[in-house]
């Protein structure tokens, strides 16, 4: 039998979850993409398309401050700013997608410190 890649699994998780995992106005998705050199979040109001709040290590005024883009501090970080930007757009409840990632590691301390901010999920 085949073996699948780590990537491929990730992937039919992830369509698995967006079968029961939708954002609506009252409620957006908040969307978190994990590579190997940086960390995303996004929060997305999936009836409309749009994006309503993103944040990432990549953003100028975040990658001066921290000592790696890849490390637990940087995901809190960005769970932090994510949480703000949310907040200003007027959003305080949202659904987790981890995109088939384990809630574990980057990926549990964005969200811990996106609850912390303020953001119910």
């Given at each position: ?7 491929a ?5 992830h369509?698995r979850?967006?079968r029961?995992v939708?954002?609506?106005?009252e409620?957006p ?5 994990r590579?190997?050199?940086?960390i995303?979040a996004?929060?997305v109001d ?7 709040a993103a ?6 005024d975040?990658?001066p401050?921290?000592e ?5 501090a940087a ?5 932090r ?6 907040k200003?757009?007027g959003?305080?409840r949202v659904?987790?997608d ?5 809630y574990?590691g ?12 303020g953001?119910e999920?």
């Amino acid at each position: 039998m085949p073996r699948i890649s780590k990537d491929a699994g990730r992937r039919k998780r992830h369509e698995r979850l967006r079968r029961k995992v939708t954002g609506s106005g009252e409620r957006p998705r908040l969307l978190v993409r994990r590579t190997l050199h940086h960390i995303y979040a996004t929060v997305v109001d999936d009836a409309k398309g749009h994006t309503l709040a993103a944040a990432s290590t990549r953003e100028k005024d975040v990658a001066p401050g921290l000592e790696s883009p890849t490390n637990i501090a940087a995901a809190q970080t960005i769970g932090r700013r994510i949480a703000e930007k949310a907040k200003q757009a007027g959003i305080t409840r949202v659904v987790f997608d981890r995109s088939g990632l384990k809630y574990h590691g980057r990926v549990k301390a964005l969200a811990d410190a996106a609850r912390e901010a303020g953001l119910e999920f």
